[in-house]
């Protein structure tokens, strides 16, 4: 689910090659049941959870902040969560999955508008600035990943990336068509909503 890179996009993914439960009994459609609305609702919670890497308790407060914005809920919330730091590293295409981004992040290889940031959860504003520190810049990762980024990966619509200076920057929000995961945020509104 979004967790290995780019090994997921490519049809050897395991989740799209095997859709049912492991063991002997698991690709049994005859015992199958019927998924309820409540179940498809946790279900797609679940899944916008583990792609973004949040713990409940975190997604909750995103949610209770999407809320209170003005505009749809859950696109509101995707944004919330695109906007995250390990996720716009991710995005800018310093790190392969949402998970290395972090990790990345956690050790302090970045800042944001000149002020180291070690805090994944941090939520980037329009006009902010993500650069790799001057000291990680000299590391083989990031001397190798300079040269993986000439051309190999497209940049989204709401960022800006400069490749010369290890920099990227929030050029405005993302918007639902920015987001390219296959969420049904309306489900995840109406499980908060029950």
């Given at each position: 689910?979004?967790?290995k890179?780019?090994r997921?996009?490519?049809?050897?993914c395991?989740?799209?090659?095997?859709?049912?439960?492991?063991?002997d009994?698991?690709?049994?459609?005859?015992?199958?049941?019927?998924?309820?609305?409540?179940?498809m609702?946790?279900?797609?919670k679940?899944?916008?959870?583990r792609v973004?890497g949040?713990?409940e308790?975190?997604?909750?407060r995103?949610?209770?902040?999407a809320?209170?914005?003005?505009?749809m809920?859950?696109?509101?919330l995707?944004?919330?969560?695109?906007?995250?730091?390990?996720?716009?590293?991710?995005?800018l295409g310093?790190?392969?999955?949402?998970?290395?981004?972090?990790?990345?992040?956690q050790?302090?290889?970045?800042?944001?508008?000149?002020?180291?940031?070690?805090i994944?959860?941090?939520?980037?504003n329009?006009?902010?600035?993500?650069?790799v520190?001057?000291n990680?810049?000299?590391?083989?990762?990031?001397k190798d990943?300079?040269?993986?980024?000439?051309?190999?990966?497209?940049?989204p619509?709401?960022?800006?990336?400069?490749?010369?200076n290890?920099?990227?920057?929030?050029?405005?929000?993302p918007?639902?068509?920015?987001?390219?995961?296959?969420?049904?945020?309306?489900l995840?509104v109406?499980?908060?909503?029950?």
């Amino acid at each position: 689910m979004f967790l290995k890179g780019d090994r997921c996009v490519s049809p050897k993914c395991a989740i799209e090659k095997r859709n049912f439960p492991p063991g002997d009994h698991g690709n049994k459609a005859t015992f199958r049941r019927k998924i309820s609305d409540y179940g498809m609702q946790m279900r797609e919670k679940q899944k916008a959870r583990r792609v973004y890497g949040v713990m409940e308790r975190q997604f909750q407060r995103y949610f209770r902040e999407a809320s209170r914005r003005k505009g749809m809920t859950g696109v509101t919330l995707l944004a919330i969560l695109e906007s995250r730091l390990d996720n716009v590293v991710y995005r800018l295409g310093f790190a392969d999955s949402r998970a290395q981004a972090r990790q990345l992040v956690q050790h302090g290889h970045f800042q944001v508008n000149g002020h180291k940031t070690d805090i994944p959860s941090f939520l980037v504003n329009v006009g902010d600035v993500i650069a790799v520190r001057d000291n990680s810049r000299n590391s083989t990762y990031f001397k190798d990943r300079s040269q993986i980024m000439q051309g190999s990966r497209r940049t989204p619509a709401w960022l800006s990336l400069s490749v010369v200076n290890m920099s990227g920057s929030m050029v405005n929000q993302p918007t639902r068509e920015d987001i390219e995961i296959p969420l049904n945020e309306q489900l995840i509104v109406e499980y908060y909503s029950r």
